[in-house]
């Protein structure tokens, strides 16, 4: 089983608005947990999307770089002042992955970064699928960076 | 159908080199094109591999980032030195993909620049997958994108 390929790329305005429609719809299809993973969040549109998700009582948490977290733009406050959890690295390495779980049965992955520059004018794409071979090990990576960026294992 | 998922996250130098092997076995595996599209390219290790896949008769195509063509340790030159044809976008946004396929018929995407930070430092992942509905599309835009970025449509 698999679900889509979603190409983002500057053809024309209505194609960009179509590819994050479609990102956005299966975003709004949670049932209870999302697990989002991404390296960097600065897209106001996709982070309320997500405060609207924990809103509604779906248990939201967020996983990003902790160099990114400064960058201009950047939404972490905006989830922070909604109450739902961000954990991040303090390496001088990044925490590069570009991916999210709904309800462990679904994953998305790609180069996709939730940037403004990356709906509106990057070369991008994002995979979805439902197969569990694919989703297993992304939840296995989620879980074991959740527990690595735990606060008490952050020391400065 | 699928093959694998590679989590390349430092754990262990063991485990890199284990995450690195494998992208590098899918690699020689290829019998007669190979495209890749990917931002950044400077890892030595895996320019290496597609030069020896040129050597031995495989139809080697690469498109990247055009301002990434200029950063520190770029395997750009070495590909073109090689006779390889390289194709690259000239806009201030970004060609960010970080896909490639193999005879059509295997797909490998997700975060993972080619650099030696994705492979030694960076939490990355690559999915690896023959089913055709996955790869289909990413050929399509290889195919869009080859075409777009040919010398005679750049303009300065």
Same mark, same amino acid.
């Given at each position: 089983m698999w679900k889509s390929v979603i190409i983002l790329s500057v053809t024309s305005l209505a194609a960009v608005e179509t590819a994050l429609g479609d990102l956005i719809e299966v975003i709004r299809g949670t049932k209870k947990t999302i697990d989002v993973c991404v390296f960097t969040i600065s897209c106001r549109d996709l982070a309320q999307e997500l405060v609207n998700l924990h809103e509604n009582g779906v248990v939201v948490r967020i996983i990003t770089d902790g160099e990114s977290i400064n960058a201009m733009g950047s939404q972490i406050g905006t989830f922070r002042s909604a109450g739902i959890q961000v954990r991040h690295n303090r390496s001088s390495f990044f925490m590069h992955h570009k991916f999210v779980l709904i309800d462990n049965a679904v994953v998305i992955n790609g180069s996709f970064n939730w940037t403004m520059q990356a709906v509106t004018g990057n070369h991008e =794409?994002?995979? %979805? &699928? =439902? =197969?569990? =071979? %694919?989703?297993?090990?992304? $939840? $296995? $990576?989620? &879980?074991?960076?959740?527990?690595?960026y735990a606060p008490i294992n952050l020391t400065n």
């Amino acid at each position: 089983m698999w679900k889509s390929v979603i190409i983002l790329s500057v053809t024309s305005l209505a194609a960009v608005e179509t590819a994050l429609g479609d990102l956005i719809e299966v975003i709004r299809g949670t049932k209870k947990t999302i697990d989002v993973c991404v390296f960097t969040i600065s897209c106001r549109d996709l982070a309320q999307e997500l405060v609207n998700l924990h809103e509604n009582g779906v248990v939201v948490r967020i996983i990003t770089d902790g160099e990114s977290i400064n960058a201009m733009g950047s939404q972490i406050g905006t989830f922070r002042s909604a109450g739902i959890q961000v954990r991040h690295n303090r390496s001088s390495f990044f925490m590069h992955h570009k991916f999210v779980l709904i309800d462990n049965a679904v994953v998305i992955n790609g180069s996709f970064n939730w940037t403004m520059q990356a709906v509106t004018g990057n070369h991008e =794409n994002l995979l %979805i &699928t =439902n =197969n569990m =071979n %694919i989703c297993n090990p992304y $939840e $296995e $990576e989620f &879980t074991k960076l959740w527990a690595l960026y735990a606060p008490i294992n952050l020391t400065n």
